[in-house]
Every structure is written in C-alpha cells, then in structure tokens.
C-alpha cells in the first residue's frame, strides 16, 4: 500500500502561532488595537491546544487507519498532481463546512466541539483552543467519500493543514472587515466572530473552514452588524479555567442527561442527538427557541439574516 510523507503543516507554523499571539497581546495591551486578553484564559486556551497535540500523536493513527482501510475500496487513484491537491483541499473544505454544522446541531458531536467556544475572550490564543476527544465522535467517517473517490488518506490530511493554519488568523478583534471581494469567498475574522458569538441573530451561523462561500451557498451566511457587537463564549458559560472540565463538562453533562432515570428510549437517544439546549419536558431551549423569545422581545428584528420570521 503506497505510504507519503508530506510536510505537517500545522507543525510547522507553531512558531508562526507563537509569534502572533504575542504581537497581539501587545497591540491590545498598548491600546494600539482592539481585543481582551485575560491571563488564566489564555493559559486555558494554551493547555487545551497541548493537550489536542497529545491526543493526535497518541489516538490520531486510528483514523488514519480506518481511512486507509478504505482506500483498498477506492473508485479511482487520482494520484499526487497539482490539481489532486486543489480539489482535494476544496472539497476538503467543504466536508469540514457539515462537519461544522453537524458539530452545532448534533449534540453528540457538539460534546468535543464546544470546549473551543467555551471561551468568553475572542483572540488568537482562542484558536488553540481545541478538542481532546473529536476521534471518539466518528466524524472522521465524512472523509471516507473523498478516500473512495481517489484522494489519498496522506493527501486529505497534508491539505486539511492549511485549512487549521487558516483558521488561526481569524480567531481576532483586532482585524475589522477587509476588502469586499475578499469577504465575500474567503472566511474572515468578521465573519468568523459571528460563529463565536452567542448573540440571538449569531448563533448557528458561519461554518465555514476557510471559504464564506459554503454558508452563502446554504443558507447559513449572517453578517457582523455594527448595531450588535458579539458576545462570546457558550449559551451557558461553564464558569472554569480548569482544562479537565473545559474538555470533559459536555461529555458529562450528556451522559448524565441520557441516563437519567424515567426516561424512555427515545428520549435518552434525544439527549445523545437532539440540537443543544434540547430536553424531553421542554424546560431548556435550543438555538431556535433563543432566536424566537430574540424577536418575541425585538419584533422590528424579524426576517433579519439569523432571525427567525
């Protein structure tokens, strides 16, 4: 079975990470540029990134391997030209676009995910924040069709690096909106604030790895308004800066829900599946529900992009 040795990008733009955190830091810290840094936060945010190295370099051949086992089963070999590449990283980009949105509606999935919104700072440090248990959710299983159509399992992963090294940029208050042209195809620091944000017309928005275009396309594009600055972090914020809680709370939180006792099986499946926020009585509210009472309260806002009618 063929085997590739392509560069590991992320690797090698730690130092580039490095670098830009601390020249933020000063900026905001000087006052020469808009953003909030506090320190347990950022150490959190650091924790949390190591901690995501270790769970790769210790679990991540498990879905390479299972990837590779499909490979066997490929429908062509497209090889390693230039163009492989190019498509491989766009459609790439477009499988990390569902896996996104999947991620935000499927509570399962947002168990790994949400410790990288758990953060009520917005900043480059943010963006390390990230999870310790995204194998356990299966959603590697959404590269398998770009493996069984010709793209290498080495490929995938050697292109799904920039698209990581493009999201680090983004992660900021200190950039505004940049030229038109480049806001509408690319994701942004704008756009990518919005995703962050726990604003009603906010939530459940902006998806995107690094093409906008994705959430243009389906319908889940909204764009940073001046008159509704974002609030960051989660709906309900976990309150901690121990990194054991930020990674495990939602894992916890689930399980306890689902195996509750008195409930039926539907409803303990509803708990591992359901949208966020979703209970068997009704007695919390998921994104939609926060949307509605948003416009119950703010009838002039109804209709607006990320507001409900």
């Known amino acids: ?26 900026l905001v810290r000087t006052g020469r540029a808009k953003g909030s840094f506090e320190t347990r936060d950022t150490l959190t945010s650091l924790m949390m990134g190591t901690g995501n190295v ?69 900043n480059l440090s943010t963006a390390l924040r990230q999870s310790w248990t995204g194998l356990f959710t299966g959603m590697f299983v959404l590269q398998a069709p770009l493996v069984l159509l010709g793209f290498h399992p080495a490929v995938i992963a050697f292109v799904y690096g920039f698209n990581l090294v493009w999201q680090f940029w983004i992660h900021t208050e200190t950039i505004g909106r940049m030229w038109g042209w480049f806001e509408f195809i690319f994701n942004t620091p704008s756009h990518h ?27 889940t594009f909204v764009e940073e308004v001046p008159e509704d600055q974002p609030r960051y972090g989660i709906v309900r914020n976990i309150g901690t800066f121990n990194p054991l809680k930020v990674a495990f709370h939602e894992w916890i939180g689930m399980f306890r829900d689902a195996f509750a006792p008195g409930l039926t099986i539907r409803q303990r499946v509803g708990y591992l599946f359901q949208p966020p926020g979703w209970s068997h009585d009704g007695s919390r509210k998921t994104s939609e529900d926060l949307k509605a009472d948003y416009v119950r309260r703010n009838p002039v806002e109804a209709g607006k992009p990320g507001l409900t009618g």
């Open 1 to 26: 079975m063929e085997s590739y040795d392509f560069p590991q990008v992320t690797q090698l733009a730690i130092p580039f990470f490095v670098l830009a955190i601390l020249i933020e830091l000063w």
């Open 54 to 122: 270790v769970a790769g370099l210790l679990l991540g051949f498990v879905s390479y391997a299972a990837l590779l086992w499909v490979w066997q089963f490929r429908f062509f070999d497209l090889g390693l030209s230039p163009w492989v590449f190019v498509a491989a990283f766009l459609l790439d980009d477009l499988r990390y676009y569902w896996y996104h949105r999947i991620a935000h509606r499927v509570r399962w999935v947002w168990a790994e995910h949400v410790n990288h919104h758990s953060s009520q700072h917005y």
């Open 193 to 219: 604030r919005v995703h962050h944000a726990t604003n009603a017309r906010y939530l459940d928005a902006n998806y995107a790895g690094t093409l906008i275009i994705w959430d243009r396309m389906f319908g």
